[in-house]
């Protein structure tokens, strides 16, 4: 992979000045980072900022990062007008609180952008920096992103299970900036309402340590015993793609882009940024009171295709409404995409029913009735 990221760094202040000066409307392409080589990734493929968990309190317990190491992220990001966004989306218990405040100020002080929190008493704490408020407090209303807002939250992120129509209701009430993710992992739960982990185990969801129960296999049984199904992945939901969707988005009055996945692989920051870079460069050419919030140039030598990356299966989700075509009853890891149909079995051979790219080292995987 080769990549030009090309402007440097004095020029980011004349970019934001020229962007305020022509009334312009920044937009963001968010993306995550595990650690300082994946938030390296997501600059140098397109991302405008990149959100990074803490050593503590993040909603990814397996994702913390010193604040020396963010310290890292923060002086590369900054060089491209990258934003760094820093995760204490946790429920903070009354004894960790003092924790809880010394770690956000180190956060700042390493030059964090904005803090991403669920818990209200951080926003209790006289923090100079940013505050967004998490999904995870399941931001789902006009009348809640008012109220957030006015309580002096820069920025809301959606819960994702929303409609177009719900999001454009939601961007018209309030004066914070709008976040919806657009792509990655769904939970079958509402954001910060789901207690399924912590009823099953001593693992909460709400303090960062999901055991992920809905992957599992369930059966459907009635009220008299009977077994419907059995053995089937029943709240399990395909992963989100709404890269077609940017525009509409826009449209509806969203301006932060977010992309899941703080704990998958560098190949999948690289391909799935560089894919939304396009969509969303795409997206802004066509309406001209809006710049993409960083500065410089990606330009990888691949053609990006998220399908080829960690997917359980692409969906719209709710964004067009609640209908069928969500769910993975079969199975909650990675399908990959589709290349055929089994036209015959002799051997150790088989056959496909029709052209594909299939090559030496491809993984493949069988989906049958058992």
Same mark, same amino acid.
């Given at each position: ?17 020229? /962007? ?18 994946? $938030? ?14 803490? /050593?503590?309190?993040?909603?990814? #317990? ?14 590369? $990001? ?14 903070? #218990? ?54 957030? =807002?006015?309580? =002096?939250? /820069? ?52 303090? =960062? ?117 969500? @769910? ?14 089994? @036209? ?27």
């Amino acid at each position: 992979m080769t990549f030009f990221r090309g402007h440097k760094s004095a020029f980011v202040a004349d970019f934001v000045n020229f /962007a305020k000066n022509n009334a312009l409307k920044s937009v963001e392409l968010l993306a995550p980072a595990k650690d300082f080589q994946s $938030a390296v990734a997501a600059v140098d493929y397109g991302a405008d900022a990149v959100y990074i968990g803490g /050593a503590k309190f993040g909603a990814r #317990y397996a994702a913390g990062n010193s604040a020396g190491e963010i310290a890292r992220v923060v002086e590369y $990001a900054h060089r491209y007008g990258v934003r760094v966004h820093a995760t204490l989306n946790t429920l903070i #218990y009354d004894d960790e609180l003092e924790a809880a405040g010394r770690q956000a100020r180190e956060l700042i002080a390493a030059g964090v952008d904005a803090l991403i929190v669920q818990d209200m008493a951080l926003r209790r704490m006289n923090l100079p920096v940013e505050l967004h408020a998490s999904t995870q407090m399941c931001n789902m209303t006009p009348a809640q992103a008012r109220f957030l =807002g006015e309580c =002096g939250f /820069a920025r809301v992120i959606l819960e994702r299970a929303l409609s177009l129509g719900e999001i454009r209701d939601i961007c018209a009430a309030t004066a914070a900036e709008v976040e919806c993710f657009v792509h990655g992992a769904i939970c079958v739960g509402y954001s910060g309402r789901c207690f399924l982990s912590r009823s099953m185990s001593a693992r909460s969801g709400n303090r =960062g340590a999901c055991s992920q129960p809905c992957r599992l296999t369930w059966d459907l049984t009635d009220g008299k015993g009977r077994t419907w199904i059995a053995g089937k992945h029943l709240l399990s939901v395909r992963d989100m793609n709404l890269s077609q969707r940017i525009g509409d988005l826009l449209d509806a009055g969203v301006t932060s882009f977010k992309i899941e996945g703080r704990l998958k692989d560098l190949a999948y920051i690289r391909n799935v940024v560089a894919h939304y870079r396009r969509a969303v460069d795409e997206a802004l050419a066509l309406r001209p009171g809006l710049v993409r919030s960083s500065v410089g140039e990606s330009v990888p030598d691949f053609t990006p295709d998220p399908s080829k990356s960690f997917t359980r299966g692409e969906s719209d989700y709710f964004l067009d409404g609640k209908r069928a075509g969500v @769910a993975s009853f079969d199975t909650p890891k990675a399908v990959g995409e589709r290349v055929g149909r089994v @036209a015959g079995v002799s051997g150790g051979t088989f056959t496909l029913d029709g052209a594909h790219d299939l090559a030496p080292g491809d993984g493949i995987c069988f989906l049958t009735p058992r």
